[in-house]
């Protein structure tokens, strides 16, 4: 199963093998597919903090229709909410080689350009790796 990390300092760190990888992002294509809100993703919660200050207790993919923003609720519930078509890029960066080893990893967040439209201003910067 994938972990999910924070320090809410920093970002939020997803890892999971290359395989879970490639399992969460076909979920979330699935998702697209359906008229739901949104879906739960199941995460690994027994995992050691590391250099992160909390584990989150759930994972949430959540479909509006606006740019793709990354939050932590209250209650540790990483949310990843945006458009179709904004969930849709993101699911790219859940992309890894077969080979990738330990370390790989993408980031996902907004950065200040002409055309930014799928990454909404205050999300939270993810990290997406392969453990």
Same mark, same amino acid.
């Given at each position: ?8 300092? /920093?970002?939020? /760190? ?29 995460? /690994? ?5 590391? !250099? ?14 606006? !740019? ?64």
């Amino acid at each position: 199963m994938i972990e999910v990390r924070y320090s809410l300092s /920093e970002a939020i /760190e997803i890892t999971g093998t290359q395989k879970e990888l490639e399992a969460f992002r076909r979920q979330v294509l699935g998702f697209l597919k359906t008229d739901l809100e949104k879906i739960r993703i199941e995460i /690994e919660k027994d995992i050691i903090l590391g !250099p992160w200050d909390a584990v989150a207790k759930g994972l949430e993919v959540v479909q509006s229709d606006k !740019p793709v923003k990354v939050s932590v609720s209250g209650d540790k519930i990483v949310k990843i909410e945006g458009s179709n078509e904004g969930l849709d890029a993101f699911t790219s960066f859940l992309v890894f080689d077969e080979n990738a080893v330990s370390g790989h990893h993408s980031h996902y967040e907004y950065y200040d350009y002409e055309g930014n439209v799928y990454v909404h201003l205050d999300s939270f910067p993810l990290i997406i790796g392969v453990k």
